[in-house]
C-alpha cells in the first residue's frame, strides 16, 4: 500500500514538472514553500534547493494589500481565491502572474495549493491588439477586412469619409459597392488571380471607385490576402489611398509648366513661320503686280503652295502640342498597328524608296487599354523619321513585346544616327535635325506616351542608326 502511494506521489509530481502554468505549494502560516514544478524554477530561474524553505513573499512582490485580503479571505473560507502579483526572478526580471490558489490536504495540516500563470505576454497581445484596432480605426487611408468569400467584415473610419457609406451599410457586402463603371472584368479577374496565387498573393493598382452618392475618386489601391498556419485563405485586407488631391496637383504642374513654356515656344513658333511667311509675301506681291513671265508663273504657284503648307504644317503642329485631347483608352492590339504601319510603308514606295521594311510581333502581348490613335500616331511618327534619315535605302524594324507588366515597340533604323548633342534635347519643341520641319513630331510623341503612364528610350550612335523604344504600361482597365 505504501509502495502504491508512493508510486502515485511520483507520478502526481510528474504530472506537475510536465505542466506549463507555475505550481507552488506553501505554508498557509509561515508561507514558507513546501513544494514547487519545474515551471517555478525555469520561469523564476532558481532552483529547487534554493526555493524551498523560503517565504513565498520573497518571490512576489507588488501585491496590493486590499486586493490580497479580499484573495486570503476567498481561500480561508475554502474558495478558490484570484489574485495578480509580480514575481521577481534571480537574473532581477519582473514577471506579471494570475495566481489561483486554494487549500489542500498535506502531510495531515493544510497547504496552499497555487497554479500562477505568466499574463505578461498576454498583456502584451492585447496591449498589441488594442494598438493595431486604434491604428486600424484612426487611419487616415480607408482600410477594409474581408472574409474568404470576398464580403466585407469591417471598415475603418476613414471609409465611411471618403465612400460615405456607414460600417452597418458596408458590412455583409462585397466590393461591387465600390465598383465605378471604369473597372472592368479583365482588372478583377487580374486582382483575383494575383490573390490567389500562393506565391504572390498580392495586387496593387490605381483604380475610379465610386462612393455611395455616385461620385468617382481615383484611389491607389492594394489588396492582401490573410492565411493560417496551414495557408488556407482566411480573408483579404485592403488599403485604398485617395489621389484626387495628387491628380489635380500633376494637372496644375502640368498647366504651370506649359504656361511657363509659352513664351519661349512662341519665340521658336516666330522663327519658324517668319522664312516661309517671307517667301509666301514675296510671291504674293509679284502676283500683284502682275506682269509675272509664264516662265516664272509655275515657279510662284510652286512658291506659294509649298510654303503655304509649310505654314500650316507648323501651326498643326504647334495646336498639337499646346492644346493636346484627351486619351481616349479601349481595348487595343498593338501587334495589329504596326503589322498595319509595316504595310502601308511597303505599299508606298514613293516614301520609303528601296528601304527594307521588317516587322516582329509577339503573340504573348494581349490586347491592353490605350488610345489607338494618338499611339498610332507616335508610331507612326517615329517611323517615318526613321525612313527620312535613311534617305531612301537602309532596313526598318519595328518589333512589339511584353517586358514585365509593360508592353514595348523598338523601332531601328540603319540611318546616319542622332548626333550625341542632340540626344538629350531630341523630345524638345523644335528640336530637328531636317532641313526642313517644325521639331514638334517627336515631342508631341512623348507627351501622348507620357499621358499614357509610358516613356520612350532612344540610343544612337553617329553613322550606326537609331533605336527608338515605346514602353506603355498593359492597363486592364479604364481610367
Known sequence: ??????SLARVFHQALDAAADLVWLRDPVTGAVLEVNAAVTKVVGYSRDEILGRNFRDFATDLDPEAYARY????EAGRTGLIAATMLSKSGRRIRLECRSSLIPYGGKKAVFCIARDIGETLKEERSRAFLQEAFKRSSDVVIFYDADGIITQVNDAFEKHYGYSREEAVGRGQEILRSRHSTDELYRGMREALLDAARGFWRGEIISRTKDGREIPVMLSFTTVRNSLGEITGFVSNAVDISEF???QERLAQAQSLAAVGEMAAMLAHEIRNPLGAV????????????PVEDRDAVLRILL????????TLSHFLAYARPRDIKLSRSN????????GDIMRADRDVVGAIRVAISVDPALAPFYMDPDQIRQVLWNIALNAVQAMEGEGALRMRAGLRGEE???EIADTGPGVPPELLKTIFNPFTTTKAQGTGLGLAISERIVKAHGGRIEVSSRPGAGAIFSVYLPCR???S
Open 334 to 341: 498593338l501587334n495589329a498597328m504596326i503589322a498595319e504601319i
Open 72 to 75: 486570503w479571505k476567498e481561500v
Open 476 to 478: 486592364q482597365c479604364c
Open 281 to 292: 509675301v514675296m510671291a504674293a506681291k509679284r502676283v500683284a503686280e502682275g506682269g509675272i
Open 1 to 6: 500500500m505504501r509502495a502504491a502511494k508512493a
Open 407 to 409: 508592353a514595348f515597340v
Open 247 to 249: 491628380k489635380a496637383l
Open 306 to 313: 509649298s510654303q503655304s503648307s509649310r505654314l500650316n504644317e
